[in-house]
């Protein structure tokens, strides 16, 4: 049973528009949310998380939104830029398990 | 700081040979720490986790094991490799809000 769920396997976006990459859970007991991006061959590298208490959290250009009533968050890159291009994994802190990741393409 | 030392970069091993990746953790004390598998076209697949020496759980039955000898250090073994083995393999930590990965292992056995 995959407790976090990424339902999109790539996303193409172009350059200057916003990206938007969607993540659902299943456990409620998860305190923290974490969004990692990864590039081929490179281990992944931390970008932004989030509390099980609120509902959304902003630095630079990515913001990632909680709702908690649906089990589901996103996050939100804006402007894309070609250099986003990665793949992007969304998981819970604590067990440390990760979505399948969602291939984000930025277009010039 | 903390930081993470996963190694050998890349591998290429027969089948049927053992395997033994190593990775310890500098500037923590008892950190969890987990084994991840990306195989090709796959997302990050949880394999083994510690909370403690001595402490694994494993999430997926497979030819791998792991053992933690000492307090930073977490070691992902095979007896006998097997084609399906390769991937990439992925040696993390976690704490508070953040997990911290290595550079990971390119695995290919042929």
């Known amino acids: 049973d995959q407790q976090v769920k990424q339902n999109s396997p790539s996303l193409s976006v172009q350059e200057g528009r916003i990206s938007i990459l969607n993540c659902d859970y299943t456990n409620s007991m998860f305190d923290y949310f974490l969004w990692y991006k990864k590039y081929p061959a490179e281990g992944p590298t931390f970008l932004i998380s989030i509390s099980s208490i609120k509902d959304k959290n902003e630095d630079g250009r990515f913001t990632v939104f909680l709702n908690k009533s649906a089990k589901h968050l996103s996050l939100h890159i804006v402007p894309s830029q070609p250099g986003d291009s990665a793949v992007y994994f969304c998981?819970?802190?604590?067990?440390?398990?990760f979505g399948k990741g969602t291939k984000l393409s930025v277009k010039p | 700081s903390q930081t993470i030392h996963q190694w050998p970069a890349t591998l290429v091993q027969p089948v049927g040979s053992p395997l033994s990746l190593e990775c310890t953790v500098e500037?923590?004390?008892?950190?969890?720490l987990y084994w991840y598998r990306q195989a090709a076209g796959r997302g990050l697949q949880l394999l083994f986790y510690s909370v403690g020496i001595g402490q694994i759980s494993s999430e997926v039955p497979q030819n791998l094991s792991a053992s933690r000898p000492q307090d930073r250090q977490f070691i992902l073994s095979s007896k006998k490799l097997l084609l399906s083995d390769s991937g990439f393999y992925l040696c993390?930590?976690?704490?508070?809000?953040?997990?911290?990965f290595g550079q990971g292992t390119r695995l290919t056995v042929v």
């Open positions: 993390a930590w976690g704490g508070g809000a953040k997990a911290f």
């Open positions: 998981g819970s802190q604590g067990n440390l398990i």
């Open positions: 500037g923590t004390s008892n950190p969890n």
